[in-house]
DNA sequence: CTGAAAGCGCTTACAG
DNA sequence: CTGAAAGCGCTTACAG
């Protein structure tokens, strides 16, 4: 391996002063850079990353922290999507990526314990979070720079990337409201996330704003997974007196919930309308066209890179949260005016 | 920040003990080797990696290599899939994971040298490769251990991990000459992928064993994407002799052919029969119910990791390359026997 | 503008 | 079984 002292060497100069026009100090002369540079050429110098990173405590790397069951997370479109706008912009700004999961839940801040106390990265971010998350705490307490996308209740001012999630979920309901729906149902995600209470919250809001009654038997809580939107509906539509319009957490829980109704033979949206969250490019071209509420998942990733290399930088952050606007894409899951019921 | 010599203070033993306690070497005495442990747990001690990589020339990281279009990638359950096989097996054997994309395209060996020289990682994981791909002559040249996800011909003894992709094509095509269709089409994929010819291979055999004609007009290439599927069927069913069956390259492409085909109102597979690949979680909720190979794909990366981390520990490696099972899912969109012509 | 020296936090022959 | 010393490849005050 070639290191800076043979470099040095064969430049006729200190290990020093490579060093330096590595770093493109200013106070070198154009001829020693020049000269060094070119030797670093002809050898195919690289510098060691490592051995600065020990010098440096920097590592020019940001961690990822998956949320705990990484297993469903890919079964999702969304995180794809909000991994690319991540890289996307981590690579433009010449930083790396460390892919990081929690491990075993007899201790949830094994791995972030690792990262942080290894001195891997420079900084974090953490995909989500549950309502009241120990990893936010422990980061906070060890002073170590991240950002979440997300929200988190307990802590107001972790740094944060999010959309407006009761106002996503306010619309999507309210959506449903001026089609002429007055039972609306609402598929959420499991409970303890934030992102679920949220979203639970906007709709509750919509329906008390129109003066409807969210029937309990309406709500139903389960996984970001096809197979909860098919249990769902399977609920639902035994019901006696079931809702005619349903919104739900994900567009691939939507994705069950279209498969169980074609099943029991329901049309959408003549019986029953759909409106979901994250407009995932499948959302499209689902049968029917799914009216899903785009929350610009790239932009969160990038966004969630730019403030963490702000606030790595020292800047300090004007807006927290940032909230990445969102907008409701109507297609035809949803497009279906209730008849008014006879007034007798 | 603690270090091994604040460790070694308290316990009065001196640094190389604590080091020696922390690697586990057999020749501590418990009594020393209890005392520092319980020093390291009271001040919550964790080793710098970083210095520990530097001296070690060891990190402990396996780097994850995404082809160029990283911006396609993610459409494409597919590739979630086999990162999820690959963080589950490496976050199991207590490896990390760096994340890196091929950048700018006027030096393409930029992302991967500096990943090798700087020494970041232990080993590579290429997804996919091209036909004719400089990053394996460069790891090849390097020595530097890596395992390809895919197949390269120009680098036969290259570590592998791949399906039959031959043998998957020929499968789904076999199918449907089994269901009596003579005039079969294929929409595939970027033609510079090894994949996308090996698949071609696989396709055309199986017609030539029938004794059925490839016609040039029945074949397309394209990307990764919907929009590719979408085009390819604008282009077939203006044919005066389009095909009655279709094999198409990735079932994400696939959507995109069933979306042309709704909107141009044909049906599917009375009027064409559509087999595809990877048997993502979608296929299944497509209308109708997509035909697919499974190819293993969580297997694919998992299995990847196995195969790298042998070749860090020095095992040989027996087989190469390591080919994961496939198999046919045969579901409504090819489920139509196609009628014999009536024989005069 | 440049060099010698100390040091980042760890590991590992070598010696005892 | 344990310690002192050298070293991994770099950076950076300090001095000139």
């Given amino acids: 391996m070639i290191t800076i002292k043979d470099i040095a060497k064969l430049a006729g100069v200190s290990p020093s002063t490579v060093s330096r026009v590595i770093s493109n100090h200013p106070r070198i002369s154009t001829k020693t850079s020049l000269k060094v540079k070119q030797i670093m050429k002809e050898l195919n110098y690289h510098p060691n990353i490592i051995a600065k990173s020990l010098v440096s405590r920097t590592t020019h790397t940001l961690g990822i922290m998956l949320p705990r069951p990484a297993e469903e997370l890919f079964q999702n479109y969304f995180f794809g999507e909000l991994l690319r706008g991540i890289i996307t912009h981590a690579t433009r700004m010449n930083y790396e990526l460390l892919l990081t999961t929690e491990t075993s839940s007899d201790n949830e801040l094994h791995a972030i314990s ?17 309502r009241d998350d120990p990893i936010i705490s422990f980061l906070e307490a060890e002073k170590f ?8 209740e307990a802590h107001p001012n972790a740094p944060m990337v999010d959309n407006d999630n009761v106002q996503t979920a306010y619309d999507a309901t309210h959506h449903l409201i001026a089609q002429g729906h007055t039972r609306i149902g609402f598929v959420s995600g499991p409970p303890d996330i934030t992102l ?14 129109a003066g409807l009654d969210a029937d309990s038997d309406w709500i139903v809580e389960g996984e970001f997974l096809q197979e909860s939107g098919f249990r769902a509906m399977s609920l639902f539509m035994s019901l006696p007196d079931r809702p005619t319009a349903i919104v739900v957490i994900d567009d691939n829980v939507a ?15 003549e019986d029953i309308s759909v409106v979901s969250f994250n407009n995932i490019a499948l959302s499209e071209l689902a049968s029917p066209p799914l009216s899903s509420i785009d929350i610009g998942t790239y932009q969160l990733g990038y966004t969630a890179v730019q403030v963490l290399l702000k606030i790595l930088s020292g800047e300090p952050q004007l807006h927290n949260p ?6 409701l894409i109507v297609r035809e899951s949803s497009l279906f005016s209730k008849p008014k019921p006879p007034s007798d």
Wanted: no cysteine; charged share 20%.
């Fill in 255 to 269: 994705f069950g919930v279209l498969r169980a109704l074609a099943e029991l033979h329901y049309l959408v949206p």
């Fill in 322 to 327: 940032v909230i990445i606007p969102h907008r």
């Fill in 114 to 130: 690792r990262l942080v106390h290894g001195r891997r990265v420079d900084g974090i971010l953490l995909l989500g979070s549950k």
């Fill in 145 to 152: 720079p991240f950002v979440l996308i997300g929200r988190s």
């Fill in 196 to 209: 679920s209470h949220d979203r639970m919250l906007g709709y509750q809001k919509a329906l008390a704003q």
